[in-house]
């Protein structure tokens, strides 16, 4: 009886001997499946941010681009307002010359006509 309890208690031990290496070894799986499972959610999340960086900074090339087209076109736009402006003042300056060289034959004309009415006066005498 004393050898049949001996051979059970030490069944029993071996069993549970190898239970718990069994049970070390399934924690340690389950430990490295978490750390594995853990590294690939970081990559991805890594990869993830890579990707939006690449984007941001698209974005960004992008809005300067455009600021550089628009600073472009307001700097066509300044010229051609200033060449309107030189054209302006030339028509100005053309019509100031026009009026002045009107003014100028209608005071010849006045003046004409009013040496005509003296000669004509003149001759009347």
């Known amino acids: 009886m004393k050898k049949i309890l ?14 718990t290496k069994a049970q070390a070894v399934d924690t ?19 990869e993830a941010q890579k990707q939006q960086t ?12 455009q600021l550089e087209d628009q600073k472009s076109a307001l700097r066509e736009q300044k010229r051609q307002m200033k060449e309107q402006k030189l054209q302006l003042n030339r028509e100005k300056d053309a019509a100031k010359e026009a009026r002045r060289q009107e003014k100028a034959a209608k005071q010849v004309l006045r003046d004409e006509k009013r040496k005509a009415k003296e000669a004509k006066k003149a001759s009347k005498l």
């Open 28 to 46: 340690a799986q389950v430990r490295l499946q978490l750390q594995q499972q853990r590294a690939a959610e970081a990559k991805a999340t890594l």
């Open 6 to 19: 001996f051979v059970t208690a030490l069944a029993f031990a071996a069993m549970s001997s190898h239970t």
């Open 54 to 65: 690449a984007a941001s900074r698209s974005n960004v090339d992008a809005t300067k681009s």
